[in-house]
């Protein structure tokens, strides 16, 4: 062998041993899931899909909201092992065909850990094959569709689904208001219809019939045929399946139309908007919700003053929501770790974390939702929402 050619050995040997090194250096290093390596003091990133423009914005408003106001306090903290937390808000305007598109950026965005939304179940669930495909957990903290779950083992929520929701709305109007001929106003979406279908079963189930049922689209503003029709079947009552948009409109729609029944509506109309909105007319509205900003407990006043001192505003469903969503999201990447894989086992184990909504996070490892939590019966009075008194709704004259 030539001097040359055993000079040429000798560097393809050393090139070789130096990339065998430069592997064992690298397999060292944290990695996500999706193989990025994250430096000392480096962000850590969660992807959030939910509306920002279009009919459902103000949502997507209150869940920065809530969702600043917790990384506020992660980051004035030291951040997760001194990491400040961030998040990517991608507009999807709550339309399935965007949540799809956001869905295959995030997956390929090798910065995400896991995602947060959308905000309607339908948005989240055309979505869902994407993320579970490629193993980034969907953390749909307001899907409350009895399906969303059962996309596969990253689908995760804090949201009461609808199979639990409905029967304690109905429980509530029935036994509790005395509703007993009721009319269903209901957003035309699959949440609407789904939440309709359940509460109507329950409802049947506590002694009370649905007398009238009527849908309406997303974008509707007139509502005053849609009572029309449903006055014609004489109910007792009426039950709204809705936001507190559309609830707020067909409150005002219905006194102003002389519909004098009381009205009770889900807790998606819990909110200070809905009082905004609906003034005068939805004093005497009964709903139900898992946030109140008069609860006593530390966590609970905590929260709701330090939105009041930074937003001049009382904080509703959405916005807790959102705070919660993300004081999880950190907590779950602090003790699991800053990896897709770590994100993915930690919601099957995590527990004991504080929450303003549920006092602790406590998941069932079978349907991967909150486990026992409950709703608070409220009603409108004097313009504000409190809790309800126990007396039975007074009838229309």
């Not at 090139?15 to 060292?28: F, K, P, S, W, Y």
């Not at 509205?285 to 006043?301: I, W």
């Amino acid at each position: 062998m030539s001097k040359e050619q055993n000079e040429g050995r000798q560097r393809m040997v050393l090139h070789r041993i130096a990339g065998v090194m430069a592997l064992g250096v690298a397999c060292v290093l944290p990695l996500t899931h999706t193989g990025t390596a994250h430096a000392a003091g480096d962000p850590y990133w969660v992807g959030v899909t939910g509306p920002l423009s279009g009919q459902d914005a103000q949502y997507g408003e209150q869940w920065k909201r809530g969702f600043d106001l917790a990384l506020e306090q992660i980051n004035a903290n030291g951040g997760i092992n001194g990491h400040p937390l961030n998040y990517d808000f991608e507009d999807s305007r709550s339309d399935p065909r965007q949540a799809v598109a956001i869905a295959q950026k995030f997956v390929d965005d090798k910065r995400i850990l896991l995602e947060l939304g959308d905000l309607s179940s339908g948005a989240s669930m055309a979505a869902s094959p994407i993320y579970q495909r490629a193993g980034l957990v969907q953390f749909g903290f307001t899907n409350s569709h009895p399906d969303f779950t059962k996309g596969g083992d990253y689908m995760w929520s804090t949201a009461i689904s609808q199979a639990e929701e409905q029967p304690l709305l109905a429980s509530y109007v029935t036994k509790g208001l005395g509703f007993k001929k009721i009319a269903v106003l209901y957003l035309n979406t699959d949440w609407g219809r789904t939440s309709k279908d359940i509460f109507a079963k329950a409802a049947a189930e506590d002694g009370a019939q649905v007398v009238a049922a009527e849908g309406y689209q997303p974008n509707e503003k007139d509502f005053r045929a849609t009572l029309t029709r449903v006055k014609s079947a004489s109910p007792d009552s009426l039950v709204l399946i809705s936001y507190y948009s559309d609830g707020a409109q067909i409150v005002r729609q219905a006194r102003a139309s002389g519909v004098h029944e009381p009205i009770a509506a889900v807790g998606s109309v819990y909110s200070p908007k809905f009082l905004d909105l609906g003034g005068d007319a939805v004093n005497g509205v009964y709903t139900e919700s898992n946030f109140f900003p008069g609860d006593p407990r530390p966590e609970v006043q905590s929260f709701v003053q330090r939105y009041r001192a930074k937003y001049n505003a009382e904080p509703d469903t959405f916005a807790a929501r959102a705070y919660d969503a993300m004081t999880l999201a950190a907590e779950v990447i602090r003790r699991y770790g800053p990896t897709r894989s770590g994100v993915h086992d930690g919601f099957a184990k995590i527990d004991n974390v504080p929450s303003v909504i549920f006092g602790k996070f406590r998941f069932d490892p079978q349907t991967r939702r909150v486990a026992g939590a409950k709703n608070l019966d409220l009603v409108v009075k004097d313009g504000k929402f409190a809790l309800w008194d126990g007396k039975g709704a007074p009838r229309a004259q």
